[in-house]
């Protein structure tokens, strides 16, 4: 087993044991699984979650009775088919789940007892974040030893967080636009038992929820959420500083704190929130954010409020490309120091000004359901550039541009490739004029064009013997990376690739104890140019192209998006009426896949209905088609019959491409 190795340090997270399978050998080879974890990285981003075994398979790393096991995903999604369900998959780990709360809570707990500090942590889980049931479920399950509690930022997230959150040290922070149902929900559950804070972000809404509160007969527990001045640099920054869209400014804090005490209810004001966007990629913006905050909270205890909570929102990162940098897609600091940053800031500003330490609440959702889910999809089809380069023939009669772009094949050299590709491009724009022109034929120009990316693919064959190479042929490469096309929708499953050009690691799931000799970007099945990849992690770096292996003749090749667990389900539309994949709930027992439970993903008939067909309807207009050819004599009644059947069964069917 190839593991991600780690160095324990405040710096890092606490991270799962990891089995090793290995049986080294000294004997030399030329490709092994330890190269294919370097080259795609699964040692820096899986954290020790994922890795690959000396099969050359991905594995995920569980745990069962508190021992590690390693599961091969292949063997994963074998079973998955054996049971009737094919490829594109979504393989979902409560273990991974359990782990990330557990160590979220483990590196508060670490800070805490660090610095002796006299507050408690109480995290919450977004559920904005993946709202899936399951997910909720078992967030409130595996949560419960640590008084984990959720966030809801809607009327149906609050719904959903009141049927399963029932622990009554836990607490359920309301966030967002709240009208006269949302706020009796939540002071329902305040009767109930249920600490549900209620936070103020927007000036008009204290008039309404102390209304309601008089009527209901309950004290309710507000929060109010502040504008900070700290701003953060990451993806999300516009989430962060005075203009964000949500919160208070510093003014209309104090006008909350001044119609409490008019109406002498400040014992109601205990918590303090501020969100300084998701992701957050550097240290310094939490650190100078907590103090900010910390200042804000210790000046409304000064004023008469309650107070006792600092909930500190969001912004825990990933670091999706295992850079470890204040990069969008990464993060420079690890989870046991963003702990031990943010307690040891309020600790030091509460005792400064004589205040007891807060306990402390935090929303990472990205930081706690990104590992949990990874796509399986399979490749259907390959284009390759090199595949079909310079093997026509060259056609009688061509043009003389024809001919000497052939002579410049014939005298390429290391010396003369920057004078050889100004020829090149020279002759193949006059051709391609000549064509637009009617003055070559079809033939001559596909000769040409074949031939120019013949010349170009053996111009960067050469680039590795020069000083410096011709910019313009860097840039070429780029335009002969192989296609490969995947069975997946990109604005279903990964939209924030397409959204936000989000980076997630990518790699074969399978043949990894092979070297790849193809450098590919990626294509879903979607009619639309944007639904491609081309930004990935290979070998440390961003690049343009992901080395893939070439397939063989009837195997399948599947490949894994690995850390999607983050709102990539809760965002994903129907383009192209692609739906839900297939999701299976996975675990482990007796040193094997369990598959706890499983969702098909929608049928043809499903995302019709979505966007207003009955499918009853389209049966029936389809069969008066066919029945009107019947009568015109243009098909018989068996292919009627054969046809309607090959409609009905589509209609059940899964929208996705099946064997």
Same mark, same amino acid.
């Given at each position: 087993?190839?593991?991600?190795?780690? +160095?324990?340090?405040?710096?890092?997270?606490?991270?799962?044991?990891?089995?090793?399978?290995?049986?080294?050998? #000294?004997?030399?080879?030329?490709?092994?699984?330890?190269?294919?974890?370097?080259?795609?990285?699964?040692?820096?981003?899986?954290?020790?979650?994922?890795?690959?075994?000396?099969?050359?398979?991905?594995?995920?790393?569980?745990?069962?009775?508190?021992?590690?096991?390693?599961?091969?995903?292949? =063997?994963?999604?074998?079973?998955?088919?054996?049971?009737?369900?094919?490829?594109?998959?979504?393989?979902?780990?409560?273990?991974?789940?359990?782990? $990330?709360?557990?160590?979220?809570?483990?590196? !508060?707990?670490?800070?805490?007892?660090?610095?002796?500090?006299?507050?408690?942590?109480?995290?919450?889980?977004?559920?904005?974040?993946?709202?899936?049931?399951?997910?909720?479920?078992?967030?409130? $399950?595996?949560?419960?030893?640590?008084?984990?509690?959720?966030?809801?930022?809607?009327?149906?997230?609050?719904?959903?967080?009141?049927?399963?959150?029932? *622990?009554?040290?836990?607490?359920?922070?309301?966030?967002?636009?709240?009208?006269?149902?949302?706020?009796?929900?939540?002071?329902?559950?305040?009767?109930?038992?249920?600490?549900?804070?209620?936070?103020?972000?927007?000036?008009?809404?204290?008039?309404?929820?102390?209304?309601?509160?008089?009527?209901?007969?309950?004290?309710?527990?507000?929060?109010?959420?502040?504008?900070?001045?700290?701003?953060?640099?990451?993806?999300?920054?516009?989430?962060?500083?005075?203009?964000?869209? !949500?919160?208070?400014?510093?003014?209309?804090?104090?006008?909350?704190?001044?119609?409490? $005490?008019?109406?002498?209810?400040?014992?109601?004001?205990?918590?303090?929130?501020?969100?300084?966007?998701?992701?957050?990629?550097?240290?310094?913006?939490?650190?100078?954010?907590?103090?900010?905050?910390?200042?804000?909270?210790?000046?409304?205890?000064?004023?008469?409020?309650?107070?006792?909570?600092?909930?500190?929102?969001?912004?825990?990162?990933?670091?999706?490309?295992?850079?470890?940098?204040?990069?969008?897609? #990464?993060?420079?600091?690890?989870?046991?120091?963003?702990?031990?940053?943010?307690?040891?800031?309020?600790?030091?500003?509460?005792?400064?000004?004589?205040?007891?330490?807060?306990?402390?609440?935090?929303?990472?959702?990205?930081? /706690?359901?990104?590992?949990?889910?990874?796509?399986?999809?399979?490749?259907?089809?390959?284009?390759?550039?090199?595949?079909?380069?310079?093997?026509?023939?060259?056609?009688?009669?061509?043009?003389?541009?024809?001919?000497?772009?052939?002579?410049?094949?014939?005298?390429?050299?290391?010396?003369?490739?920057?004078?050889?590709?100004?020829?090149?491009?020279?002759? $193949?724009?006059?051709?391609?004029?000549?064509?637009?022109?009617?003055?070559?034929?079809?033939?001559?120009?596909?000769?040409?064009? #074949?031939? !120019?990316?013949?010349?170009?693919?053996?111009?960067?064959?050469?680039?590795?013997?020069?000083?410096?190479?011709?910019?313009?042929?860097?840039?070429?490469?780029?335009?002969?990376?192989?296609?490969?096309?995947?069975? !997946?929708?990109?604005?279903?499953?990964?939209?924030?690739?397409?959204?936000?050009?989000?980076?997630?690691?990518?790699?074969?799931?399978?043949?990894?104890?092979?070297?790849?000799?193809?450098?590919?970007?990626?294509?879903?099945?979607?009619?639309?140019?944007?639904?491609?990849? *081309?930004?990935?992690?290979?070998?440390?770096?961003?690049?343009?192209?992901?080395?893939?292996?070439?397939?063989?003749?009837?195997?399948?090749?599947?490949?894994?998006?690995?850390?999607?667990?983050?709102?990539?389900?809760?965002?994903?539309?129907?383009?192209?009426?692609?739906? =839900? +994949?297939?999701? /299976?709930?996975?675990?482990?027992?007796?040193?094997?896949?369990?598959?706890?439970?499983?969702?098909?993903?929608?049928?043809?008939?499903?995302?019709?209905?979505?966007?207003?067909?009955?499918?009853?309807?389209?049966?029936?207009?389809?069969?008066?088609?066919?029945?009107?050819?019947?009568?015109?004599?243009?098909?018989?009644?068996?292919?009627?019959?054969?046809?309607?059947?090959?409609?009905?069964?589509?209609?059940?069917?899964? +929208?996705?491409?099946?064997?």
């Amino acid at each position: 087993m190839v593991e991600a190795t780690r +160095t324990e340090s405040i710096d890092e997270d606490p991270s799962p044991p990891t089995s090793n399978t290995s049986n080294e050998s #000294s004997a030399p080879v030329a490709w092994s699984a330890t190269d294919a974890a370097e080259l795609y990285g699964v040692n820096t981003w899986g954290k020790g979650f994922f890795g690959i075994c000396d099969r050359g398979e991905a594995v995920v790393n569980l745990t069962e009775n508190g021992q590690p096991v390693a599961l091969s995903l292949l =063997d994963i999604v074998e079973g998955i088919r054996d049971r009737g369900m094919e490829a594109p998959l979504l393989l979902r780990f409560q273990d991974l789940l359990a782990a $990330r709360i557990g160590g979220l809570n483990a590196a !508060f707990a670490e800070a805490i007892k660090r610095n002796a500090y006299r507050g408690k942590y109480r995290g919450v889980y977004p559920i904005k974040v993946n709202q899936q049931h399951q997910v909720v479920e078992q967030v409130t $399950r595996v949560g419960r030893q640590y008084h984990y509690g959720l966030e809801a930022g809607s009327k149906p997230e609050l719904l959903a967080a009141l049927a399963y959150m029932h *622990d009554p040290e836990a607490y359920i922070v309301c966030n967002g636009y709240k009208d006269r149902e949302f706020i009796d929900l939540a002071l329902s559950a305040l009767k109930l038992g249920i600490q549900t804070v209620l936070v103020i972000e927007m000036p008009g809404e204290l008039d309404l929820i102390m209304e309601r509160a008089e009527e209901l007969n309950v004290s309710p527990i507000l929060g109010v959420r502040v504008k900070l001045a700290t701003r953060n640099d990451g993806r999300w920054s516009r989430s962060s500083g005075e203009r964000s869209v !949500f919160g208070l400014t510093a003014d209309q804090v104090m006008e909350v704190v001044e119609s409490l $005490r008019r109406r002498d209810r400040l014992d109601c004001l205990r918590l303090l929130h501020y969100h300084q966007g998701s992701q957050v990629p550097d240290i310094r913006a939490i650190r100078d954010a907590s103090m900010e905050a910390a200042r804000i909270y210790v000046e409304l205890a000064r004023e008469g409020a309650t107070m006792g909570l600092i909930d500190i929102g969001g912004g825990l990162a990933i670091d999706y490309d295992g850079s470890r940098s204040n990069t969008p897609s #990464s993060r420079n600091y690890g989870m046991l120091e963003y702990a031990t940053d943010v307690v040891e800031i309020i600790m030091t500003v509460c005792d400064e000004a004589g205040q007891p330490h807060p306990d402390i609440v935090s929303e990472s959702g990205r930081a /706690v359901a990104a590992y949990y889910s990874v796509l399986i999809f399979n490749i259907l089809e390959v284009n390759r550039f090199t595949s079909h380069m310079h093997t026509l023939p060259l056609p009688e009669n061509s043009h003389a541009f024809v001919k000497h772009l052939r002579e410049v094949d014939e005298v390429l050299n290391d010396k003369n490739i920057q004078e050889c590709y100004n020829d090149a491009v020279y002759y $193949r724009g006059e051709l391609l004029s000549l064509f637009n022109h009617g003055r070559i034929s079809l033939r001559e120009r596909a000769y040409a064009d #074949s031939l !120019f990316y013949h010349l170009v693919s053996r111009m960067l064959g050469r680039l590795e013997h020069l000083e410096q190479a011709p910019t313009e042929l860097e840039t070429l490469e780029q335009d002969l990376q192989d296609v490969y096309y995947g069975n !997946f929708s990109l604005f279903q499953s990964l939209p924030d690739t397409w959204a936000i050009d989000q980076l997630f690691p990518v790699m074969p799931i399978h043949r990894l104890n092979e070297k790849p000799t193809c450098s590919a970007i990626l294509a879903d099945i979607t009619c639309d140019c944007d639904g491609r990849m *081309d930004d990935f992690l290979v070998a440390g770096e961003r690049r343009r192209s992901l080395p893939l292996h070439a397939l063989k003749n009837g195997d399948e090749y599947l490949l894994g998006v690995f850390l999607v667990g983050a709102y990539q389900e809760t965002l994903g539309d129907l383009h192209n009426l692609l739906g =839900d +994949t297939n999701v /299976v709930n996975v675990g482990v027992k007796d040193g094997r896949p369990q598959y706890l439970s499983e969702l098909r993903g929608d049928s043809v008939a499903d995302v019709l209905s979505y966007v207003e067909y009955d499918p009853k309807q389209l049966v029936e207009r389809f069969r008066k088609l066919a029945e009107d050819a019947v009568q015109a004599g243009r098909i018989s009644a068996q292919e009627r019959r054969t046809m309607l059947a090959d409609y009905e069964d589509s209609i059940r069917g899964y +929208t996705y491409f099946e064997p």
